[in-house]
Nanobody
Framework: QVQLVESGGGSVQPGESLRLTCAAS????????LGWFRQVPGKEREAVSC????????YYDDSLEGRVTMSRDNDKNAIYLQMNNLKSDDTAVYYC??????????????????????WGQGAQVTVSS
């Protein structure tokens, strides 16, 4: 059974860091594109980053530029999202999901929630002073 489970969310103050983990099971994650998404209540789910089957990473959210790093550990069948210098606007539920083998181009960012599948349950990240 394909399953993705996010962890590592929490409440932090502005400027602090968090590392999200997405543990995959039921399939070999290294052969698929895996993406991080986030969603604020009342808004569309948006793509943050994606790693493809060649371990090439695409970042989609310019507001996070220089503050997030995505990685994958094939031995642990997991992906990670390191987020630094967090801001209040980063408050959201963060999800991971599985796609095909390739990550969409940045221009196709808005289509990504519809073409990714096998979503995790989400991890709440709250940034507040």
């Amino acid at each position: 059974q394909v399953q993705l489970v996010e962890s590592g969310g929490g409440s932090v103050q502005p400027g602090e860091s968090l590392r999200l983990t997405c543990a995959a099971s039921g399939f070999p994650a290294k052969y698929y594109a895996l993406g991080w998404f986030r969603q604020v209540p009342g808004k569309e789910r948006e793509a943050v980053s994606c790693i493809n089957s060649k371990d090439e990473i695409t970042y989609y959210d310019d507001s996070l530029e220089g503050r997030v790093t995505m990685s994958r550990d094939n031995d642990k069948n997991a992906i990670y999202l390191q987020m630094n210098n967090l801001k209040s606007d980063d408050t959201a539920v963060y999800y991971c999901a599985r796609g095909a083998a390739a990550c969409p181009a940045r221009a196709l960012r808005t289509t990504m929630p519809a073409i990714f599948f096998s979503w995790g349950q989400g991890a709440q990240v709250t940034v507040s002073s």
